[in-house]
C-alpha cells in the first residue's frame, strides 16, 4: 500500500510558476514508476508527465518546455516545476504511482487545485 499526499497547488497569474510535490509513504519509493495527471471540470483526466524509477521522463506536449518533473527517491517525493502558466492549464493536480513490475498496484493522492488567472 501506498500513501500519496500532494501539496504545492494554489492560485498563479498567467505566466507565473508553481512547484507540486507529491510525498509518499508506506512502501519503496524507488519501486514505483510515477506520474502527475490533471482533471479540469466537465473533462477527463489527463496524463500530464510521467517519471520512471530510474529517471527517464515524458510530458504532454502541452506542457512541454514548461513543466519539469523530477524525484528524490532518498526524500519519497515527486515534484512538478510549472512554468510560464497559462489559464488551460487550471485543473485538480494528481499524483500517480505505478509498481515497475506489479503494474496492477496502481495508487492516486487526493489531489490538489491550480488555478491560473488570466
Known amino acids: 500500500q501506498v500513501q500519496l499526499v500532494e501539496s504545492g497547488g494554489g492560485l498563479v497569474q498567467a505566466g507565473g510558476s508553481l512547484r507540486l510535490s507529491c510525498a509518499a509513504s508506506g512502501s519503496i519509493f524507488s519501486n514505483y514508476d510515477m506520474s502527475w495527471y490533471r482533471q479540469a471540470p466537465g473533462e477527463q483526466r489527463d496524463l500530464v508527465a510521467s517519471?520512471?524509477?530510474?529517471?527517464?521522463?515524458n510530458y504532454a506536449d502541452s506542457v512541454k518546455g514548461r513543466f519539469t518533473i523530477s524525484r528524490d527517491n532518498a526524500k519519497n517525493t515527486m515534484y512538478l516545476q510549472m512554468n510560464s502558466l497559462k489559464p488551460e492549464d487550471t485543473a485538480v493536480y494528481y499524483c500517480?504511482?505505478?509498481?515497475?513490475?506489479?503494474?496492477?498496484?496502481?495508487?492516486w493522492g487526493q489531489g490538489t487545485q491550480v488555478t491560473v488567472s488570466s
Open positions: 517519471i520512471s524509477r530510474l529517471g527517464t521522463t
Open positions: 500517480n504511482a505505478r509498481h515497475y513490475i506489479l503494474n496492477y498496484r496502481v495508487y
